[in-house]
């Protein structure tokens, strides 16, 4: 059988696809222009693994690493491209960026100011310089937040030693306290009110001033319609205290607290069984974390439903530490009982 012609040798003849890493490069590169990031990082990594030794392949696997949030990853591929080659300074303007992502911002502007000091004039200068300038920005903005978030700190604390000392009733002490926290801090309102009850403690009118102040200011404040409801009622003006009752009626606050603060003040103020209706959605060890609330929740419960039970919680509210569980029991052992004596006083601790 005769050779065949070189031309038709040359027609039958198979030739293989020259697959290098410079190949699966520019595959990876068309792939990530077309925004088909997970393809390009294959095709990169098929790059990077034929041919190891080429800083721009590794370095573009970073760059699309990036894209997709792979920070940290991105950052460990360049810093071994610096490690075997330390002027490669695009790598340190990508890894600035991945630093700036992940809000190392110190870390961020090492890498930005180093990219600068080795590509004064390259293609990612004017970049370089702007990411400066934001990173510069974002670090004033982090202390500015550190200062404010010691700021909070102290002020918590100044108003938790106000309130302490007011339920224990240093209520002269406490005054001074708060007043400097107003002077600090003109719309911090939870002071406002601690300072009224601290008045009306005193029997001074001016709480009913500063409540009413405050509703100006702040319309619909949970805690000044608590306070003006406990202060009519325990200045036995039921009028004058019906509509911040009727308002906390409507109230169902999503806050742990404050749905806590508006049944006790329901409670305090003779709405049984509103405060019943609220207190039973809290669990049994969510109530017994404060034997007051416990006892609270007995009180609404004598009055509304089932008396027997209610003793049962006095008495699991006394050994838990309630005094005025301690009291009603006392009441209830008398005969005959008067139920308009066991009362719920929210603030007797």
């Known amino acids: 059988m005769g050779l065949k012609p070189k031309d038709e040798q040359e027609k039958g003849?198979?030739?293989?696809?020259?697959?290098?890493?410079?190949?699966?490069?520019?595959?990876?590169?068309?792939?990530?222009?077309?925004?088909?990031?997970?393809?390009?990082?294959?095709?990169?990594?098929?790059?990077?693994?034929?041919?190891?030794?080429?800083?721009?392949?590794?370095?573009?696997?970073?760059?699309?690493?990036?894209?997709i949030g792979e920070y940290e990853r991105s950052n460990e591929i360049l810093e071994n491209v610096l490690a075997e080659k330390e002027d490669v300074a695009e790598c340190?303007?990508?890894m600035a960026n991945n630093y700036a992502y992940l809000g190392l911002f110190e870390k961020a502007e090492r890498m930005?100011?180093?990219?600068?000091?080795?590509?004064?004039?390259?293609?990612?200068?004017?970049?370089?310089?702007?990411?400066?300038?934001?990173?510069?920005?974002?670090?004033?903005?982090?202390?500015?937040?550190?200062?404010l978030e010691e700021d909070e700190d102290e002020?918590?604390?100044?108003?938790?030693?106000?309130?302490?000392?007011?339920?224990?009733?240093?209520?002269?002490?406490?005054?001074?306290?708060?007043?400097?926290?107003?002077?600090?801090?003109?719309?911090?309102?939870?002071?406002?009110?601690?300072?009224?009850e601290a008045l009306f403690r005193l029997g001074e009118d001016s709480a009913f001033e500063i409540c009413q102040t405050i509703l100006e200011k702040d319309p619909g404040n949970l805690f000044t319609l608590c306070n003006l409801a406990l202060f009519y009622t325990k200045s036995g003006d039921a009028k004058g205290a019906e509509p911040y009752i009727r308002s906390l009626r409507r109230v169902y606050p999503i806050d742990g607290d404050h749905y806590v603060k508006v049944a006790e003040t329901l409670c305090t103020v003779g709405e049984f069984q509103v405060a019943y209706d609220r207190l039973k959605e809290l669990s049994r060890w969510e109530l017994e974390q404060r034997s007051e609330l416990l006892f609270g929740y007995a009180v609404a419960m004598y009055h509304c439903?089932?008396?027997?039970?209610?003793?049962?919680?006095?008495?699991?509210?006394?050994e838990l530490g309630s005094k005025q569980a301690k009291t009603a029991l006392i009441i209830t052992n008398k005969e005959p009982v008067n139920p308009d004596q066991i009362q719920f006083d929210m603030w007797v601790e």
């Open 155 to 196: 002020l918590i604390a100044q108003f938790e030693r106000a309130r302490y000392l007011v339920r224990r009733g240093n209520i002269q002490e406490a005054i001074p306290v708060l007043q400097t926290i107003i002077d600090e801090h003109p719309t911090y309102w939870t002071a406002h009110n601690q300072l009224a």
């Open 13 to 67: 003849k198979v030739v293989p696809l020259f697959q290098s890493g410079d190949y699966f490069f520019h595959r990876g590169i068309e792939a990530y222009r077309k925004n088909h990031l997970q393809r390009a990082i294959k095709l990169l990594e098929r790059a990077v693994k034929l041919t190891n030794t080429e800083p721009v392949f590794h370095v573009q696997l970073a760059a699309v690493l990036s894209e």
């Open 305 to 318: 439903h089932d008396r027997h039970k209610a003793i049962q919680l006095f008495k699991r509210a006394e």
């Open 112 to 147: 930005t100011l180093r990219y600068l000091e080795l590509s004064p004039d390259e293609r990612f200068t004017e970049d370089a310089k702007d990411l400066l300038e934001l990173l510069r920005f974002e670090r004033e903005e982090d202390e500015d937040w550190d200062d």
């Open 92 to 94: 340190y303007f990508f």
